[in-house]
């Protein structure tokens, strides 16, 4: 069996090549979109984009020539003229649509991303950040200082939860495991659902306070409170002692040794022999098709941190006291990758 890299047909590499160096062009376009929620308009069926352009207050001829350009790309379809309808692209677009993907894509078409990577040449030149060039300081210091972009990235990071945690729970059991620290977990999505799936055990959730503030009244909503502790503060310097810890999307944030001060902490707070469980993009060979590889761009411009191969977190592990015992799949982008204290 050859071993050799894999090479992707190209029918007109010229046009394949144009259309990528125009991604910013669709980029904005789609935003466009995003802003008169003309996916959500269109579920219904066709309408005129004179109707859409006057309920959301926009100029008409301008709409029109966004959308008749998105539909060379799949986005949309003009079913007679200067009408449109959804295509399957363009649906998954709406707020309703079961891949929970809208938020998602709000965020990564706003203002800040453009912002951001006008500058990425610095990070190519540098390997460090370019957000701080662009905005004048590290991206988790911006966002309070940026109401739009807050709540977007939020929003975003709320329904990527909402996307991975049911295929998390569907293939992971985490019977046994006693007290279960979710460090940097947010609201609590996470963690929520593993106790409402999982009555014997309790859950500590860790993060800033101002963070906090908003999982309080889901927590108590769920009828958590008493099972489920809410500690503030600062992983960078210590986490509550737990029988296990789990952490979603927090390690590709961070470069090795700013990964390794966390999950050292994990280590050290650890009550007796439990595990520590990362959810993370784990990704593929050479040339294959990874969302992740291009989350690792994000990972690059702004946070400083990196998306990683199985092995790469295999020896990250090691290095902070940790034994990989397994990678979990599931059908979503975020996989669960199991360790144990060497």
């Known amino acids: 069996m050859s071993t050799a890299p894999q090479q992707h047909s190209v029918p007109d590499p010229v046009m394949h090549a144009m259309h990528a160096a125009m991604g910013v062009w669709l980029v904005a376009c789609l935003r466009a979109t995003f802003e008169c929620n003309l996916a959500d308009e269109l579920a219904s069926g066709p309408k005129p984009i004179a109707e859409i352009a006057k309920k959301s207050g926009l100029n008409e001829n301008a709409l029109y020539r966004c959308v008749r350009a998105l539909a060379t790309a799949g986005f949309f379809t003009e079913v007679s003229p200067r009408v449109f309808a959804n295509t399957p692209s363009s649906d998954a677009m709406r707020t309703d ?3 929970k993907m809208h938020d998602m894509m709000v965020w990564i078409t706003n203002s800040f991303h453009f912002r951001t990577y006008a500058e990425f040449m ?13 905005v004048g300081m590290p991206v988790f210091d911006y966002f309070p200082t940026d109401e739009a972009a807050n709540r977007e990235f939020n929003n975003a990071m709320t329904a990527m939860s909402e996307a991975v945690v049911p295929a998390v729970l569907e293939t992971y059991d985490f019977t046994g495991m006693g ?4 460090v940097a977990g947010g609201h609590g999505a996470l963690l929520a659902a593993v106790l ?3 009555k014997d055990l309790d859950g500590i959730l860790f993060d800033l306070e101002h963070v906090l503030v908003g999982a309080r009244d889901r927590i108590g909503k769920m009828g958590l409170a008493s099972r489920c502790e809410l500690i503030a503060g600062n992983f960078f310097e210590c986490v509550p002692p737990a029988d296990s810890y789990m952490m979603k999307h927090i390690i590709h944030d ?3 040794p700013k990964a390794l001060t966390i999950l050292r902490g994990c280590v050290k707070a650890m009550r007796g022999n439990g595990k520590v469980l990362l959810v993370e993009s784990v990704l593929p060979g050479m040339n ?7 989350v690792d761009i994000e990972m690059l411009t702004m946070p400083g941190g990196r998306e990683r191969t199985e092995e790469e977190y295999r020896e ?5 006291g ?6 979990i799949p599931n059908t979503s982008p975020l996989w669960v990758i199991e360790a144990v204290k060497a």
Do not use: F, Y
Not at 288 to 294: P, T, V
Not at 316 to 320: E, V
């Open 322 to 327: 940790l034994r990989m015992t397994r990678v």
């Open 254 to 256: 961070w470069d090795e």
């Open 316 to 320: 990250l592990l090691a290095k902070a």
């Open 97 to 99: 649509h079961p891949a």
């Open 288 to 294: 294959e098709h990874s969302m992740g590889k291009w």
């Open 179 to 182: 007290t279960i620290c979710d």
């Open 196 to 198: 409402n799936k999982h």
């Open 122 to 134: 610095h990070s190519v030149r540098t390997g460090e950040t370019c957000v701080e060039k662009a």
